[in-house]
């Protein structure tokens, strides 16, 4: 039988968009060839719109599920609660103002089921401001650079993923997530395809300018410490110019004389330049720790064991196990 599919929509002041989101969704749900099944998580509403999820539950029994948090926690935060009590082998997002459309979501699962365990998709003709679109090209730019992984539209929702990559997901404690860049780091196949973009449908975006700033900080540091990395960089780059330039003024006091030194003043610059210099060096190597604590908060699974074939003395993990624990021991 094919793998089951829960799909997982967070909401957030949706009233106007739910009762089509949802009858998009159920009759999609339905032409699928597989169980399936439709989590609403509503994320502290103030609009009627956890009441309409409620209502929707009782309406579409053994279809709909809805998951009511009593607080707004972040869009991310509340795809993983859904993800926490989803059922299906295989989770796919989207976003519930409508500019994913639900009718795209069998062209996900064809690409799961060619095996992939992360797929994303990137918005053909994307209809948001010119600012938005801009702004997402140099952080999905910055991203592909970082993790290697090319993925062109990061902040598409609009994804399928693999069990076993979103338990991977759940197990970390990290506060503050990006789903689809953390997912990545779980993959082993990453594709993404071209899926369809609507304006929002009603209402108005969730995110100001400073939430949306606040997510991409959120993106960044799921992903890396590179910043921190940067001014141990930055640094040594001052302070190495620092002491070519007092080389300079040593040759140039010794060849022509005291006066093209600037009498000494100068000399003191590149000392200051090379003390700032090290501060940042300094500051970065606080970083370096700052960073592996960083990591080490976040407790994400070492790794995703996906088989172990052969038998021996040790004890051997259960298949498609995720793993914390140091590894079992084997035999030499
Ligand atoms: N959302 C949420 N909690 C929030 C903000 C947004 O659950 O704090 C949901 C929202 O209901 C929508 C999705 O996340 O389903 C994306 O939000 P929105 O469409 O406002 O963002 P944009 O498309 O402007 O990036
Ligand atoms: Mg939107």
Known sequence: MKSSVSIV?????????LPQLIERCVKVGRTLDRPWELILID???RDGSSEMLVEAAKTYPGEIKSLIL???????????????NAQGDVMVTLDADLQNPPEEIPKLLAAIDDGYDVVGSVRADRQDVFARKLFSGIINSIVRRSTG???HDYGCMLRAYKRRVVDAMLQCRERSTFIPVLANLFAKRV?????????RA???SNYSVIKLVNLQFDLLTCMTAGPLRLLTWVGGGISAMAIGFAMLLF?????LGSEWAGNGVFTLFSILFFFVGAQFVALGLMGEYVGRIHADVRERPRYILDNVVGETLAEVPSQGSVGNATPARTMA
Request: net charge negative.
């Open 9 to 17: 929509i967070p909401v957030h002041n949706e009233r106007l968009n």
């Open 43 to 45: 994320d502290g509403s």
């Open 70 to 84: 009593n607080r707004n926690y972040g869009q991310h935060n509340a795809i993983l609660c859904g993800f926490a």
């Open 149 to 151: 992984v090319q993925m």
């Open 191 to 199: 594709t993404e395809i071209p899926v369809a973009h609507a304006a």
């Open 202 to 204: 009603a209402g108005d």
């Open 251 to 255: 040759f140039l006091r010794v060849v």
